[in-house]
């Protein structure tokens, strides 16, 4: 019950600090685009690169591996690629929301929208 109150009282602290939380929010959602990981499926035979906006910068694929003339196998390989560099840009994405409300003084777990 306590712990209810201590939260309620670091939610009235980050009221007043809302104009440094939304300064912090536009920091953060350009550092975003800055975000970028990578990765790959068939023994790096198809690499995909993205942001952190999710969105797909870059798609790489073998010649030995166009040279199969697979489409399923490649269709196959791109997703997979996708899906882990998709999933490693997400990671990165929560470590830095962590370490900015950790800055902004957040109680560990507290989730904000847009955040996590």
Avoid: C, H, Y
Avoid at 12 to 33: D, V
Avoid at 85 to 107: F, H, K
């Amino acid at each position: 019950m306590f712990d209810m109150f201590r939260n309620m009282g670091a939610l009235g602290g980050m009221l007043r600090n809302l104009p440094k939380m939304q300064e912090e929010m536009q920091k953060f959602q350009a550092k975003l685009g800055q975000l970028t990981a990578e990765g790959d499926a068939g023994a790096g035979m198809a690499r995909v690169r993205v942001n952190g906006r999710m969105e797909v910068l870059q798609v790489q694929v073998s010649d030995d591996l166009w040279k199969l003339q697979d489409r399923e196998m490649l269709e196959d390989l791109v997703r997979a690629a996708t899906n882990q560099a998709l999933d490693r840009v997400r990671m990165q994405i929560a470590e830095e929301a962590q370490r900015m409300g950790s800055e902004m003084g957040l109680p560990p777990g507290m989730n904000l929208p847009g955040l996590s």
